[in-house]
């Protein structure tokens, strides 16, 4: 009985402790909101009040104000985009105040089923399934490298890249997160991405992106 007590104390003080900090990203209009807490673990795209108000409860409530353009959530960190005519100084504060007293409120993130429908809705739509089955084995090699090299650099700026699509030495990728819009997002792609692929690829002739 005295273990339950423990687990149960330190669950409360586990949510006291509860720590919420900002890291800049490349994006000017996009703020990254880092806790001690995992929020969800993988990906979890928001670009639109309807998808957030369908399977994140969290990003819904950031939508309300009139400030926010977009949410991100992925670990143990959320990415909101703002309009572009709020500067960051005056909205700041107000969001971090607010994702730090829903957290403590435990409040839900993510739906249960949302991986699961997304999933769903790529295989319906066909989205990063675009390549010949001739082009399978190159395809796997370039979501290995995305995977490898780019994805987690890519997390650390609070944002999200995703294979969409190849086609005679085309490489298709979706930008998530601070990713999506962010005026050095053509330079990293082209400069980093591009590069690194045509390098270790030579059927790569160009990489182009897709705004989530």
């Given at each position: 009985m005295s273990l339950f007590k423990k687990s149960d104390k330190s669950t409360e003080t586990a949510q006291q402790a509860l720590l919420l900090y900002t890291e800049q990203t490349p994006n000017?209009?996009?703020?990254?909101?880092?806790?001690?807490?995992?929020?969800?673990?993988?990906?979890?795209?928001?670009p639109d009040k309807e998808t957030a108000n369908e399977w994140s409860p969290l990003a819904a409530a950031l939508f309300e104000k009139p400030f926010v353009?977009?949410?991100?959530?992925?670990?143990?960190?959320?990415?909101?985009?703002?309009?572009?005519?709020?500067?960051?100084?005056?909205?700041?504060?107000?969001?971090k105040e607010f994702i730090k007293d829903y957290l403590q409120a435990d409040g839900e993130i993510v739906k249960d089923g949302f991986f699961e429908a997304m999933a769903e809705k790529q295989a319906r739509t066909g989205a990063g399934m675009e390549y010949s089955e001739q082009d399978?084995?190159?395809?796997?090699?370039?979501?290995?490298?995305?995977?490898?090299?780019?994805?987690?650099?890519?997390?650390?700026?609070?944002g999200n890249i995703q294979f969409k699509a190849y086609k005679d030495g085309v490489v298709?990728?979706?930008?998530?997160?601070?990713?999506?819009?962010?005026?050095?997002?053509?330079?990293?792609?082209k400069a980093g991405?591009?590069?690194?692929?045509?390098r270790m690829m030579p059927e790569i002739k160009e990489v182009v992106a897709e705004m989530g």
């Open positions: 000017p209009d996009s703020l990254k909101y880092v806790t001690n807490r995992m929020l969800y673990r993988g990906t979890a795209d928001f353009k977009g949410v991100y959530i992925s670990n143990n960190f959320v990415t909101i985009t703002k309009e572009p005519n709020y500067e960051w100084s005056d909205i700041m504060l107000k969001l399978a084995e190159i395809v796997k090699k370039i979501r290995e490298l995305l995977d490898k090299y780019v994805k987690p650099a890519v997390e650390m700026d609070g298709t990728v979706l930008m998530q997160g601070s990713c999506s819009g962010c005026p050095s997002s053509t330079m990293t792609l991405i591009e590069g690194m692929l045509k």
